[in-house]
């Protein structure tokens, strides 16, 4: 049972001096302390008794020895508190004020590591890093000082990173319903066009407010064409409090220099640049913005390959597919992060492995209006890396796993006789420090790592959809909800307590976006196509 597996023999156990820089180094991740588990029968497999109608949910029994009833003896079902999932008795339930503070040891029922669940495990998290990651009973005794922060029933995994994602798009999503693929034209230039100053920033909080909701504590702004500065995203992702690659458009060749620059040492906002399409700036533009990306450490966003209209107006204009015209220019390397790619040929894949660009899975996006799906699962296969976008469709980290896998199944899988289709293992990592690698910030975020930023979500395993539990990614992939997060914290700082921010007025936001996004749709003049 992957939920009641072994730990890992080595968990990651040593501390970050004061000051020091707190980024892996280049080469791999900060190099770990080996810490023995002392307790008896830690790690082994134990018979677990189901209790029906006793209230101990918690992935199938997951809640631990103390949970179960004795032999004879009757379980009671928890009680509902205001504030927190059902708990068994006995239990403690999570409380937001244990998150306020520099640091916090964190004692959870399972904690996702990158080798799958883990039970009796802490974290130390200390000024927005995750600081000491091993057994509980050892950080317990090592840190007297501090009260231990017991997460029972609850499972504290990496948050979800949209690695493609526009977030100045928010208020005409449902305009996109049974549209034509090619909608950009259509949809969002005109209504990104219509925005100003103060919708901008509007939209983008209202959709960094979806993305915490949904579980993503990392999203990739893929550039706007709205008329006004980047700062009024920049300040709507930094008030919701989400991580964001935030980029500018350089189709024009100006302004990228000066844009990653900007934002140099921000704690949450990591420039990138954009081009929209390879088709949108010359080549000598393209190829200038490639090399300026791959010198500053920062991704080209670049939407390649979406649609077959595009592909075409490419091979006609400069007898090239989009992504084979990226290679020509020489602007297809690591700091590359391909949009959709959805209509790739197989020499273009062999392109993307051998050059180490990335691209943005975005299974949502094709079932809405797509042509195609980007066969993921061969990507793996062949070693490309890419990580997990919404597109803006809905923010939704749960879902997405769903989408990819069913994606794949749907498109490639049936039709091979491939009944696993990456399993729950792979849609997990590829939404989480795969989606960061793929962004450049492989070395901030995407997993429970020592050193790395403490971006987690707690998520409540006392439900009746993870009850039984034979094997939690798949579960997480098949059957997880976005109800079941309790808390989502970003660099160390709680931003979401069950759905809402803990620190300002969101149905406030979302009452003024009620009111400001029909404005805006209005001033569009959208030219939907609709049925007859």
């Known amino acids: 049972m992957a939920n009641e597996r072994q730990a890992p023999a080595e968990q990651q156990d040593h501390d970050v001096p004061e000051g020091q820089k707190h980024d ?6 900060p190099e770990p302390e080996s810490v023995p588990d002392p307790t008896p029968g830690s790690g082994t497999l134990r018979r677990r008794k189901l209790l029906l ?9 997951l809640l631990g020895a103390t949970g179960i009833a004795p032999t004879g003896g009757t379980a009671m079902a928890a009680p509902h508190t205001p504030d927190g999932p059902h708990t068994p008795h006995g239990k403690s339930t999570p409380r937001p004020e244990q998150f306020h503070g520099r640091q916090h040891l964190l004692v959870p029922e399972l904690l996702l590591l990158p080798d799958g669940p883990a039970r009796n495990q802490a974290v130390l998290v200390k000024d927005g890093k995750f600081r000491k990651i091993g057994p509980a009973p050892q950080l317990i005794a090592a840190h007297p000082g501090l009260q231990p922060v017991r997460l029972d029933g609850h499972l504290l995994m990496p948050g979800f990173v949209d690695a493609h994602h526009h977030l100045t798009q928010s208020f005409g999503k449902a305009q996109s319903f049974g549209q034509p693929s090619e909608i950009f034209k259509t949809i969002w230039e005109p209504l990104e066009h219509a925005l100003d100053e103060e919708s901008a920033y509007v939209s983008a909080k209202l959709a960094a407010l979806e993305a915490l909701r949904g579980g993503f504590t990392t999203v990739a702004d893929a550039g706007t064409r709205a008329p006004v500065d980047v700062r009024a995203v920049a300040q709507g992702t930094e008030e919701a409090g989400i991580r964001c690659a935030l980029s500018k458009i350089v189709s024009s060749g100006d302004g990228g220099p000066a844009h990653l620059g900007r934002w140099d040492g921000h704690p949450l906002i990591h420039p990138s640049l954009a081009i929209a399409v390879p088709e949108d700036a010359p080549g000598e533009v393209i190829k200038k913005t490639a090399d300026l990306c791959a010198e500053a450490g920062a991704v080209l966003q670049i939407h390649v390959n979406e649609h077959l209209a595009s592909v075409e107006r490419s091979l006609k204009s400069v007898g090239r597919r989009p992504l084979e015209h990226l290679h020509h220019l020489g602007a297809l390397g690591p700091h590359t992060l391909g949009a959709h790619a959805t ?7 062999r392109l993307l492995a051998e050059t180490g660009a990335a691209i943005s899975y975005n299974p949502v996006a094709s079932a809405w209006k797509g042509n195609g799906v980007a066969h993921a699962t061969m990507l793996a296969a062949m070693d490309v890396r890419f990580g997990m976008g919404t597109d803006g469709t809905r923010a939704d980290g749960f879902r997405l796993l769903d989408a990819g896998e069913t994606a794949q199944r749907l498109a490639y899988g049936m039709a091979s006789g491939d009944s696993s289709c990456g399993a729950g293992r792979m849609w997990l990592e590829h939404a989480t420090s795969r989606s960061a690698d793929a962004l450049g910030l492989g070395k901030v975020t995407g997993e429970i790592a020592v050193g790395k930023a403490a971006d987690f979500l707690l998520v409540n395993l006392g439900v009746p959809e993870l009850t039984p539990s034979y094997d939690l990614r798949w579960e997480l992939v098949r059957l997880a909800n976005r109800d079941q997060i309790t808390a989502v914290v970003v660099n160390g700082t709680l931003r979401l307590w069950h759905g809402w921010p803990p620190d300002w007025d969101g149905p406030a ?9 029909p ?4 001033r569009a003049g959208l030219h939907r196509v609709e049925p007859a």
């Open 53 to 61: 109608g006793a209230g101990l949910t918690g992935a199938g029994g």
């Open 343 to 349: 209509l790739l040929t197989p020499s273009e894949m």
């Open 519 to 522: 404005e805006v749709v209005r």
């Open 24 to 29: 892996a180094p280049k080469g791999g991740h």
């Open 509 to 517: 936001l979302v009452a003024r976006a009620a009111k400001l996004g």
